[in-house]
């Protein structure tokens, strides 16, 4: 069998195994699952870019993918007019200052090197009253934008462009954050770099969860815009009700059946941009020299290859795509939940993907979205109904068998981690290898 | 002058106990992550959750022996509960070595593949501990609760503001002490703790010299799992046991151990103390000394906060990153045992 | 024979063959210096009788016993010191601790070797308590053979123990590496600084590509006008 039937098949048995949760629970479920393996797939291909084109290990994964989030909002939620009357101006204006402050804070830091040891402290200077500055501005603003009506809005919304748009945006948002903590981070020891993106992906989830007037914190915002129809609009079109009617299905269940493979069609399509990007970069001069670094850091670095700026470039590529895989799960989700994002889920499942899948191979890395995925949900039901089994001998009201049901669901984090070593000792290489080219 | 005194009163109930107390906590932590960094030469991803199950285990003592009946006085009953909650987490700690690293040992593995194994380890382990203990609070701290409360040092020193001591507190600073002087005493004294050093220094010359590389990092891991099991338990009788909380103890114990410079036990410490003095002063509303130090028509309205508390963490990362940016070996010049 | 003896030793670092049947022996006592151009060999040749790469062929036999098979920290436990030729001390550590851990496989008493060795080394004495790492160039070099000679070795290795310190401190470390042979120790270092280290060696080895070009004593080999126009400058 040849490399290519192996990977087909492996592929196919994936998708045989959606379907599989679509004849035996439901199809509504099965796209469900289906629709956030595709999402996952584009965040582990983001990692891949990162990981697997050139070692760096990325552990804010969730961060990045949060800022994709806050992009859905920003572009399409609609602007609250009296948040904007009564503060907006002044919160941009808060902003600016407080861009203006690092500009002039770095271009300090840059006109000093003459001073040697001493120029720490006029970009010191620069940097504490250019936060006074932005504080005295903006304080009064987030305040007022946070007092109109909190229960409702009580943030600036959005500007009501299509959500697709934020796709796009959220990639930005998620490289331009990439890009601050590669300059501070790349090129130091490797681990500082797991460490830096660890600490900026907490800080832009509690930035997100405590800035109301931007986000609505844990209040949420929901109800963002769709690119799909809505269930509703669809029920009261004649032809699905023409459809259903002939085929003798559930309306209700069609249209939202209808409405989910739309997304998986959006999804899909952008996989499969994605997917053919990468594959034509890797193959490219720029791909070959990107592994060449990789494998030889030395050897590239001794032929003239500016290391750190690749690294920077691999690095802020990758984090887009986990930007817009972000901004796509908002989406899918139709709200923006601040509290969901947690470093288990977000940052270390996505790097389970990656390794398990075939580290340094998008097709690997992409199957591992899946297979992951399938799995971390699907743990759950197993999980029970094993622990269901094994504790079945026990007495109905046995405390043991009570506090092992009710604890089962946390089998899934066990058997992730399980996975992971597993595969890391036996098949480092995961499913689909990387090639040798 | 009553002004003064308030104002030192005020700073020492909000900035230096809690710093002191915290900052031992972050320091034993970070002494873990230095500690397998200098003999293992990888970052641990997995110490925050090894650091949970101490805490559990010794939580779950606990309830044992006060089911039982036993208590410590006016300590916590948690301390009798240590000592075997430290063993548990050392032999975790062996198992998984003997289990998951001695092969990437064998195999002579990069400092980035060792990560990725934490990072298994540590799902593995905070899913254990889920299953084991459930995903909820645990209050587990008995005996008394203050050492000095608030009421009585205003009565017995006839200020208006109040200095309180928690009894979890003044643990927590005085073990600390105990465990660092022994780690110290052992590192700078013993065989073996300078073998250790030596190891973390050189390790082909420590090679040639004879020492045995399984049995450095044997003790390293005893070490490690001590030091983790004290610093979990510490902040759990201080804050309460939330097993979520340690995945983002990680930050600021990095934080801790890279700014100390990393390897360096004695950097790990000063580390751990500058990143809990700076969160609470960065996180510290000023109002109230303001109050107390100005003239009444200049008493400030708001909070006067540099940074709002719910970041915190932001503090720990900023220190971390102006240290990456200005010195990225540490204040101790890292990587030595 | 020799007290220490490569023989015919053939191998390398697991590719192509870098020693091609090279002997090197030295007796109790006396010194022995391996010279050669750069990519000879000479270092490759040192640590092949120290045990640190497998041989193809040949073998090391020490004091008659062959001791081809026993690893690095065996060959330390039957008399063998070794000095690395970079990161030779434990920087982070006082001079007196890197002593201790030189003689760290002794079980028994060894205040007596730490003081010959402070006797052999004043400066180390006085410096005891300074970690290594802020010590110059001559003085590490004085910790390294030091930290070697911990273990009352009979044969002590020196891999260019004179690399990158002055004329000045050169002699005085040759000075003190004749000391340490008078006291009965066999000693085999490689040297750069070829016709000084011939000066002091009762034998010297010139290695090419691997095997044996010149085996004579130091004298005859400074004598020798072939060796002196190949490999000492004229």
New interface residues.
């Given amino acids: 069998m040849s490399r290519t039937q192996k990977n087909s098949l492996l592929f196919l048995i994936m998708l045989a195994m959606v379907a599989g949760v679509g004849i035996v629970q439901s199809w509504n479920v099965a796209l469900t699952i289906f629709n956030l393996c595709l999402i996952s797939a584009i965040m582990s291909l983001g990692v891949n870019i990162q990981w697997g084109y050139a070692?760096l290990?990325n552990?804010g994964v969730m961060g990045f993918a949060a800022l994709g989030g806050l992009a859905a909002i920003i572009i399409s939620s609609s602007p609250v007019a009296a948040t904007w009357e009564a503060g907006g101006m002044r919160a941009i204006l808060g902003l600016l200052a407080g861009l203006f402050a690092i500009v002039i804070g770095i271009f300090t830091w840059k006109k000093t090197v003459t001073l040697e040891k001493k120029r720490?402290w006029p970009t010191m200077v620069v940097a504490v009253v250019g936060y006074a500055l932005m504080r005295l501005i903006i304080?009064p603003a987030i305040s007022t934008i946070e007092a109109i009506e909190p229960a409702k809005t009580g943030y600036l919304g959005g500007f009501n462009q299509p959500i697709l748009l934020s796709w796009l945006v959220g990639g930005i948002f998620a490289a331009a954050a990439a890009w601050v903590v590669g300059k501070?981070?790349l090129g130091?020891?490797?681990?500082?770099l797991?460490?830096?993106t660890?600490?900026?992906s907490?800080?832009i989830i509690?930035?997100l969860?405590?800035e109301d007037w931007l986000t609505r914190g844990v209040k949420n915002v929901t109800g963002l815009p769709r690119p799909v129809p809505y269930e509703i609009a669809l029920q009261q079109t004649a032809w699905l009700q023409s459809w259903t009617d002939n085929f003798g299905l559930s309306i209700i269940e069609a249209s939202s059946i209808l409405v989910k493979l739309s997304y998986a069609g959006l999804f899909a399509t952008v996989l499969v941009i994605i997917l053919w990007l990468s594959e034509t970069a890797l193959r490219s001069p720029w791909g070959r020299m990107m592994r060449a670094i990789r494998d030889n850091e030395v050897a590239a670095s001794a032929m003239g290859k500016n290391i750190t700026w690749r690294h920077l470039q691999v690095f802020v590529l990758g984090s887009a795509v986990i930007g817009m895989a972000g901004a796509m799960l908002t989406t899918l989700d139709g709200q923006f939940t601040p509290s969901s994002y947690?470093?288990?889920r977000f940052t270390?499942l996505i790097?389970?993907m990656v390794?398990v899948g075939g580290s340094g191979n998008n097709f690997g890395a992409v199957l591992g979205g899946f297979v992951i995925w399938f799995f971390w949900i699907e743990a759950e039901p197993i999980g029970l109904q094993l622990m269901d089994l094994i504790t079945s001998g026990m007495d109905e009201s046995s405390p043991l068998r009570a506090?092992l049901l009710?604890?089962?669901a946390?089998?899934?984090?066990?058997?992730?981690?399980?996975i992971?070593?597993l595969v890391?000792?036996f098949a480092p290489r995961g499913l689909i290898p990387e090639k040798k080219r | 002058m009553t002004d003064i005194l308030n104002t030192l009163a005020l700073i020492g109930n909000f900035i230096i106990v809690p710093g002191l107390a915290y900052g031992s906590q972050l320091a034993l932590g970070a002494l873990g992550i230095t500690m397998v960094y200098g003999i293992l030469r990888?970052?641990n991803?997995a110490h925050g959750e090894t650091m949970s199950f101490g805490a559990m285990a010794t939580i779950l003592i606990t309830w044992a022996l006060q089911a039982q009946g036993v208590s410590f006085g006016v300590l916590p009953t948690a301390l009798l509960a240590l000592p075997f909650g430290i063993l548990i987490t050392i032999a975790l700690c062996l198992f998984t070595d003997r289990l998951?690293y001695r092969?990437y040992r064998s195999q002579r593995a990069e400092?980035?593949?060792y990560?990725?194994?934490s990072?298994?380890?540590?799902?593995?382990?905070?899913?254990?501990i889920?299953?084991?203990i459930?995903?909820n609070d645990q209050i587990f701290s008995d005996g008394t609760r203050f050492i000095m409360k608030v009421q009585a040092f205003k009565e017995m020193t006839g200020l208006s503001e109040g200095l309180a001591i928690k009894t979890s507190q003044g643990v927590t600073i005085i073990t600390a002490i105990v465990i660092v002087t022994l780690l110290f005493w052992f590192l700078n004294r013993t065989?073996t703790g300078?073998?250790m050093?030596?190891y973390s220094?050189?390790e082909?010359?420590?090679?040639?010299?004879?020492?045995n590389p399984e049995r450095v990092v044997m003790i390293a891991w005893i070490i490690t799992g001590t030091l983790a099991a004290v610093a979990g338990t510490l902040y759990g009788l201080d804050k309460s046991y939330k097993p979520?909380i340690f995945?983002?103890l990680?930050?600021p114990m990095?934080?801790s151990a890279?700014v100390g410079g990393v390897g360096n036990p004695l950097g790990a410490i000063a580390g751990g103390f500058v990143i809990a003095f700076s969160e609470l002063i960065v996180t510290f509303a000023y109002k109230k000394v303001l109050a107390y130090l100005l003239p009444l028509s200049m008493a400030p309205e708001?909070l006067m906060q540099l940074l709002?508390t719910?970041?915190k963490?932001?503090v720990?990362?900023l220190i971390?990153?102006i240290v990456?940016?200005?010195k990225?070996t540490g204040i101790f010049s890292g990587k030595?045992? | 024979m020799s007290y220490l003896l490569g023989e015919s030793m053939t191998g390398g670092y697991g590719g192509a063959d870098i020693l091609h049947s090279c002997t090197i022996g030295v007796e109790k006592g006396q010194i022995a210096v391996v010279v050669g151009p750069n990519g000879a060999g000479k270092s490759t040749a040192m640590k092949a009788i120290f045990g640190m790469l497998s041989l193809r062929e040949g073998r090391v036999l020490m004091d008659g016993e062959d001791i081809s098979t026993l690893k690095?920290?065996d060959r330390?436990?039957k008399g063998m010191g070794?000095v690395?030729q970079n990161?030779?001390?434990?920087?982070?550590?006082t001079v007196e601790?890197n002593l201790?851990?030189?003689a760290?496989?002794r079980r028994d008493d060894f205040s007596d070797t730490m003081a010959q060795v402070f006797d052999l080394f004043p400066i180390l004495k006085e410096k005891r308590s300074q970690t290594a790492g802020e010590l110059s160039g001559g003085q590490r070099q004085q910790v390294a053979v030091g930290?070697a000679l911990m273990t009352q070795p009979k044969v002590l290795m020196l891999d260019e123990p004179t690399a990158g310190v002055s004329p000045i401190v050169m002699d005085e470390l040759f000075g003190r590496i004749i000391e340490v042979a008078q006291t009965g120790i066999a000693i085999l270092m490689v040297e750069q600084n070829a016709k000084h280290a011939l000066n002091i060696a009762h034998k010297g080895y010139v290695l090419v590509q691997g095997s044996n070009r010149y085996t004579d004593t130091g004298e005859a080999l400074i004598a020798n006008p072939d060796v002196r126009k190949s490999f000492l400058g004229g």
């Fill in positions: 070692g290990f552990a720490y304080d501070i981070a130091l020891r490797s681990d500082y797991a460490i830096a660890l600490g900026i907490e800080i509690y930035f969860k405590n947690q470093p288990l270390f790097w389970v390794i506090h009710e604890n089962a946390h089998m899934r984090l066990m058997t992730m981690g399980l992971l070593l890391l000792r | 990888f970052s991803f998951v092969y400092p980035v593949t990560l990725i194994v990072v298994g380890v540590m799902f593995f382990l905070g899913g254990l889920r299953f084991i459930g995903p065989r300078k073998s050093r030596a220094d050189n082909d010359l420590a090679l040639l010299s004879g020492i979520f995945l983002q990680l930050l990095f934080a890279i708001g709002s719910d970041y963490f932001a720990s990362f971390l990153v990456l940016l200005v990225p030595t045992l | 690095p920290q330390v436990i070794f690395p990161s030779n001390v434990f920087t982070s550590m601790e201790e851990m030189g760290f496989i930290r």
